[in-house]
């Protein structure tokens, strides 16, 4: 990570050796007037708050001393002064920076930052940036949107129909390509670490046709580029900035942008790692749960399962039964990651061997499950919903172990099952709590959900539950019909904005994963 209060002292120690080794001790010995020099006597890059990210910097030049107009000399001490003076202020420009940055907590955030960032400090207006992960390493295609394969574009100022105009030229054409491929920069330097700045590139005879046709079209004259590398977390990609005119970052624009890369690709490779661990986890949660539903004569089957940020215990099942009948659960263990993961794994394994043996008496069947949780894992508690349907009559038994109610949805009524209120497994010393029957009539759907659907909401109990009914009461009446629909309806209806809920979360939430399962009788 970078240091920034070892960045202080790094550069007041090299300014001062610098100075004298320049000759600021000889001049006082001389009594010679010390002249600024030109470079320190530009203006410094201003603050966040004034960096206009609009237009390119302006050359950090002094302007040219009058011939009749003698200047005064300077202090000794105030070159001193000032190049201390600016490079305080460089460094607070630079903690501001990272600071937005560490504050990001997902990679999208994190990129369309680094891209703000980037863009302030060498002055130009546009730019993108390409994450690929290293060759021979971790394959992180699973940890992007979708599933895009191996690489992810974001772009600033750039639509997506640009950013695939430059999808069209050959990546050795480029400075961008050439990093991420391992090449080296025109200079034949190394490219790991490393910046490429084509100040003019239509001046630049060598330019590949197409790369210079893509330059006309979205209307760029120069760039600058930059490989995300740190020494820890090796090269992840490179990001590109565009000049509207012929222009190129000054040295002290490059100094500082390298400096907020370096810190940007630590950044990043966190968050890399945290999204591999959740699609890890994800995986592993969609794996441990039923491939496929039942097919069976009087009943409709549909699920829906959303992994929580932080992976958890959700679970639920369908098995065919002797007789024609089928059993129903679902649950929620607790506690978060793997070892809830694997906690939910050995509970609905447990769950469907008792269901075969004896899945008619439900309250039978949480017994034997909360008697086993109780004696192989005291420290851990868990509900359960776990119901007996019979299709063939329109018949089902429930029983629940601190679970949310179910919902029954019709033409002619929406309503919770009150089930019996009773502690979650794992509480007490010795569980059991009264079966509930209903009967569904034709068309009707039951809704078995988990907690999570009410959690992720972040309203008071009481309320989710009326949100809940309502988004049940207004189902469409075609939509009735399918009971996936009626699980996405509701769905959506709950958690309108998935993505702000994991984000959220992601800061320091608590919300958790969803399963719906719905069982529509014919």
Known sequence: MLDIPSLVRVHVDASLAAQNDMGVRDAIERNAPVGKPAAMSAP?????????????????????????????????????????????????????LTERLVRTATLEEALQELLRAGAALVGARRGM????????????????????????????????A???????????????????DGGRPPDGRSAFGQAVADADLFADDSLDPRHR???????????????????????????????????APMERQRHLVGLYMRYATEHLARLLELEHARATVATVAEELL??????????????????????????YDALPLPEGALGLAVGSVSGSGPSALAAMGRLRASLRAYAVMEGEDPVAVLSDLELLLRLTEPARTATALFGYAEPAVGKMVLAGAGHTPPLIIGEQRTEFVETSLSAP??????????????????????????????????????????????????????ARTDPGAVADHVLAAMLPDAAAEVRRAGKGGTAGGVVLLAARFA
């Open 44 to 96: 410094h890059l201003p603050k966040v708050a004034g960096i206009n990210t609009e237009v390119p910097t302006p050359a950090h030049t002094a302007p040219p001393l009058s011939p009749t107009v003698p200047s005064a000399p300077a202090p000794p001490g105030a070159v001193i002064q000032d190049r201390l003076a600016g490079w305080v202020s460089d460094l607070t420009t630079l903690h501001e």
């Open 129 to 160: 940036v390409v994450l690929e992960p290293p060759e021979g390493g971790p394959d992180r295609a699973d940890c992007f949107e979708g599933g895009r394969g191996p690489s992810l574009t974001k772009g600033l100022g750039l639509t997506h």
């Open 162 to 180: 640009e950013l695939g105009h430059f999808e069209t030229v050959p990546r050795g054409a480029t400075a961008l390509g050439r990093i991420l």
């Open 213 to 247: 046709e893509v330059a006309v079209r979205l209307g760029y004259a120069a760039s600058y580029t930059l490989s995300l590398a740190a020494e820890d977390a090796g090269t992840l990609g490179a990001a590109v900035w565009l000049y509207d005119e012929p222009a």
């Open 290 to 315: 039923p491939t496929r539903l039942p097919r069976m004569p009087g009943v409709e089957l549909a699920a829906r399962h959303v992994t929580g940020p932080r992976g958890g215990g959700n679970w």
């Open 425 to 478: 497994l794992g509480m007490l010393a010795c569980w059991e709590a009264p079966s509930v029957e209903l009967a569904p009539a034709p068309g009707e759907t039951v809704l078995l959900y988990t907690d999570g659907l009410l959690r992720r909401t972040g309203d008071p109990m009481d309320r989710a539950f009326a949100r809940l009914h309502a988004a049940a009461a207004s189902v469409p009446k075609a």
